[in-house]
């Protein structure tokens, strides 16, 4: 087998996908795609190749039950310009190759993250770590954007004005917003990019990482199209239930309507089929 | 704060949990417990201690959330003796420290896995890599039994003379088969450990190492008790349904009559509930 | 084997050990010392418990020839206060556990890194990297801690602000600077730490961080005593050649002089001596 | 930039590297090169495309000083067919990715390794995991064959038997010697193939390991041939001294003959020969 040359990825490969006011992902290298989790499922099961459809079975009962390993035979490398502070959040995923661009060796350009009027918010009453849906009054957004403005300006010629004086950079700089952009290049495999995109792209991320977790999902979708459309019905738009929570399920399902048929007119594939009905008949008896 | 000696571990550490005909596992050290996931969990929110009904809560929300990192800060080495075939799917949980006994440098002993009579199973019909329910005549029992200890006798005396006449230890065992025993020490953080427990308590796990799994949630439960009746509730009694599933749990759910406080009167604490309501809310809503 | 409670250790544990200034370091938990290295190596060999004398021969061969994962069987958890800066680089060092403040979910404190006088210095003319030696005159100095203690305290007072006015934190601390304190816990296996502080303590890495690296040291030197001895004597004071390097010492070496006893007068263990002669032999033979 | 396709390696792609008597390593996919390593590391330095000869000095440097994340860049993905006590030692390095043949799920083939004559070695007296180079007696060399021939057959035969009376095939094959060959696909990044390569191409290495690890070494030096080039000149063919070893090197190093000049006559690049004079002044000095 050559390398896998997808087409779809090598029309957007280098290409900046813009995020936030400055900043960029885009992805610089790739190795592998759907065919490649197949190939290592099937070394598993000692098979060979078959059909697109049954690449495409085997890929979602892969994601299906957590069999993770065969994800991880896909690599992506992108080139990324985040503020630091996102930059925070995204280092403590450490399943990946990093390198940044050093603010001890080189001199930090003079670009900041500027939020934009509407990712101006107020703190959320109920969720410590969030945002509220409540307009800020036009003021106010004014006066914090004047703020951040003028502190990033100064802090920027201060250092610049250090760097003037031959202070050494890796002092110089200590005075730098975590609103600064940074560079790096990231290198991760599909399994922890699923990983790092559940969490990223959740309602309850920052918004300003967010933003890089749906431009790389964008990305992602065209390097293993399949395996996407499998993280998306089973984890994405999945949902877990607790024991307790399976309780009140219990008890409001009318199971005897579903039926093997029922769902495979809904689009259940029929081994999914099956394994909801076992799913079922399980909880209906109680978890035993 | 001194470091934590929990009596209920203390009364176990060192203790052999018999697994198989001559396996065992046992504890041989740890650090932290429950109060140091909650200790850890804290600093990121800036709180020092509290209640011990509040810890269970936090503890309890941190699971839920998947917020993994606090748990990362417990620690437990075990010493076990298992065979080969186990050690090697033991292994592939790569975020562990293992020391090994050497085939290279020591005389392997001569113990063997021999499966009781109810251990020996027909081939799943319906799961290509399970057994049967079915059950095995006496005779072919007894004559798979027969094969298994006349190899394992023929393979250990065949070492044996090997070394005798001073072969290399390390070629004399290439022969020595999967039904070996070794030995090793094994040290892992709770979290990493409590993925290993879901992978190797599971009914779809071979039989020979959840044996093992299921005394390592014996000592886990010790070890931090809050957090492994979290990890029950909300993962090894939990259900995670797909995108299409959910549709259906959609159509027969009669969510008016889920309350709060009806909620709260079966067990649910209050956070909780809330966050079932939420659940229960998007889903009616479709997912959006 | 009962728990290992070390009285060095105990003498110091959850002492802060002063950093910069207003940081520190402090460790809070530890599993195992040298006893544990040479437990879990002895399980490799097949070998129960020895002298303290063997003891420290088996930790330095260990060392000495690389065999890392006995080392992995010690761990160690600090609580650091640190600033950002000094942090971003920290957590480059992926094998380890962390929980870290988190600015989103509390307002961060008004403590920030000044750098004593003696540590304001210009660029190296010569490391791209580094500090050069000459000294800054002292009104340079005075107008550098001016520049850093506004903008601090302007930074600060803006944050503030914003915070008044309910913005929501996580947006609020974007523009605080680099030098602003955070804290977390850090727990880390001893082979793992080694590296670090290999790296972190070397004269090529920033001042500010090797303050933490020299205090970090002094800790795990009571933790694992001999292992510390066998790191400094193997690693931090040995040296690497290349293979040019090794050409230049082949010709100048007097090898008939070295002796297995001249080397033992010199405190060469034997195995030790004996390793060093078969290493100069080889280079004498042109590394065949 | 377009993805990387090196000839050379093209070339070898998918190619079967025999090892041993029916072993084989074969690469099947790549990303990156000596380009990517370069890459990486100029987002650190800010710095853009150079000549090959100014790459070619950056990798040494980045090897020479362990700058190791540029080498994570680059990942190589391979098939490989190894005896299971191969496998064994092969999984120890865990920063890799596997999917290995599973003989729960399938039949495992009637493959086993057998030494060639001169594979047959006694066991080592001075080093207690290695074979002595005295030869063994033809008589006894066959009758080492002859043993582990005729277990492995009677082994599989065994295991033909159990499977024919439809015993679960997890179960049948717990009998199978570990040097039954199994599969697996392996990936990893250049640097952790480094260390992987170091360890397991040393003569102390089991020798059946070692003819996998120089396959791959001629696959790697194709992939990277700078970064090999490299490994080579600061790793493989380097060496490390002690503490009191460099006592010895003090002494009898005539350090006055040796100039930058006379060092770049014998191959040193110019930063290479200063990193030299300062670390023979340093030893000079007493490692001060």
Redesign the interface.
């Known amino acids: 087998?050559?390398?896998?040359?997808i087409p779809e990825v090598?029309a957007i490969?280098?290409k900046e996908f813009k995020c936030l006011n400055a900043g960029f992902v885009r992805l610089?290298?790739?190795?592998?795609g759907d065919e490649?989790i197949v190939?290592?499922?099937r070394?598993?099961?000692?098979k060979g190749t078959k059909t697109v459809n049954q690449d495409r079975g085997l890929i979602r009962y892969l994601m299906?039950h957590?069999h993770t390993?065969?994800f991880?035979?896909v690599?992506l490398?992108f080139?990324c310009k985040i503020?630091?502070?996102v930059?925070?959040q995204w280092?403590?995923h450490?399943?990946a190759?990093?390198?940044?661009?050093?603010?001890?060796?080189?001199?930090m350009k003079d670009e900041f993250?500027v939020?934009t009027d509407e990712?101006?918010?107020?703190?959320?009453g109920t969720n410590?770590?969030?945002?509220?849906d409540e307009e800020?009054p036009q003021a106010?957004r004014a006066?914090?954007l004047q703020?951040?403005l003028a502190?990033?300006h100064?802090?920027y010629g201060?250092y610049e004005?250090?760097l003037g004086?031959?202070?050494?950079?890796?002092?110089a700089?200590?005075?730098?917003?975590?609103?600064l952009y940074t560079?790096?290049?990231w290198?991760i495999?599909l399994h922890n990019l699923f990983h790092f995109l559940r969490?990223r792209i959740d309602p309850h991320a920052?918004y300003e990482i967010r933003v890089y977790g749906e431009a790389m999902a964008e990305i992602t979708k065209k390097v293993a199209p399949m395996a996407w459309e499998a993280f998306?019905?089973?984890v994405l738009?999945?949902?877990?239930?607790?024991?307790?929570?399976?309780?009140?399920?219990r008890e409001?399902?009318?199971t005897n309507?579903?039926t093997k048929e029922s769902?495979e007119a809904?689009?259940?594939g029929g081994r999914?089929a099956e394994e909801?009905l076992e799913?079922i008949a399980k909880?209906k008896s109680g978890?035993e």
Request: avoid cysteine; glycine fraction near 6%.
């Open positions: 087998m050559a390398r896998t040359n090598e490969l280098d610089i290298d790739y190795m592998g490649s190939q290592a499922a070394v598993s099961y000692g299906r957590s390993t065969p991880e035979m690599e490398k080139h503020p630091i502070f930059a925070r280092i403590r450490r399943t190759n990093v390198n940044e661009y050093s603010g001890r060796y080189s001199i993250y939020p990712a101006i918010h107020f703190q959320s410590r770590q969030g945002r509220s800020v106010l006066k914090v703020l951040l502190d990033q100064q802090a201060h004005e250090m004086a031959d202070i050494a950079r890796e002092l700089r200590v005075n730098l917003p975590v609103s560079e790096w290049y290198k495999d969490l920052q998306e019905d089973y738009k999945g949902e877990r239930f607790s024991r307790l929570e399976l309780e009140i399920l409001q399902l009318d309507s579903i769902l809904r689009g259940f999914e909801f799913k909880l978890g």
